[in-house]
């Protein structure tokens, strides 16, 4: 099975420096979303996680708390370390790490077009697909 290991990071911290970098590649340059879009006034309070695959970098997800919910945004895996499931580890580490502080359901908007990849890690869809960004996305949701 591959590893991972997930470092969490505030957003004033030094390597918040790789953050920036992968959403600009990958939500920027990759997906066309504008740069403005890329950071709002949640990465202040929200808890932010590289990832690594034990030698490199290979993407980031940040974290909101809402209650007894957490919310999973700006999740990104480089491209050339896609679906070597990276990814759905990743997931499951969050929730494993997010479980033992009583969080117990996980909610995100999905680009409607990768919500395949959040099913195949547990997640249900609910309501209708709105639009952000340009872009149709679906609210999906994870109990545990
Ligand atoms: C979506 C994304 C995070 C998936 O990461 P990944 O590491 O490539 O995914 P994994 O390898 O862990 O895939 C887990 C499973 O989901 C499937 N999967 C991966 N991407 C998928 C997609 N876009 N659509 C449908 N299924 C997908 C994989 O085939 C794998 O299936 P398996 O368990 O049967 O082998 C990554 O493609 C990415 O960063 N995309 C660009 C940014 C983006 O769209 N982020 C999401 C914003 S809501």
């Known amino acids: 099975m591959i590893e991972i ?12 420096l790789y953050i920036r970098n992968i959403r600009k ?13 890329l950071f709002d006034k949640y ?7 590289l990832i690594f695959n034990g030698e490199k970098i290979v993407g980031s997800v940040r974290i909101r708390s809402m209650d007894a919910t957490i919310k999973l945004e700006r999740m990104a895996i480089l491209k050339e370390y896609r679906t070597k499931n990276y990814g759905k580890r990743c997931i499951l580490q969050i929730k494993q790490y997010y479980s033992t502080k009583n969080f117990s359901q996980i909610i995100l908007d999905s680009i409607y077009s990768v919500r ?8 249900i869809e609910e309501g209708k697909i709105f639009q952000r ?3 149709d996305h679906i609210r999906m949701s994870l109990t545990f």
């Open 5 to 16: 290991n997930i470092l969490k990071l505030n957003f004033n911290d030094e390597d918040f």
């Open 25 to 37: 590649s990958v939500f920027n340059t990759e997906l066309g979303i504008s740069e403005s879009e």
């Open 43 to 49: 990465d202040e309070t929200c808890d932010h996680f």
């Open 116 to 123: 395949g990849f959040y099913k195949k890690c547990g997640f």
């Open 133 to 135: 960004v340009g872009i």
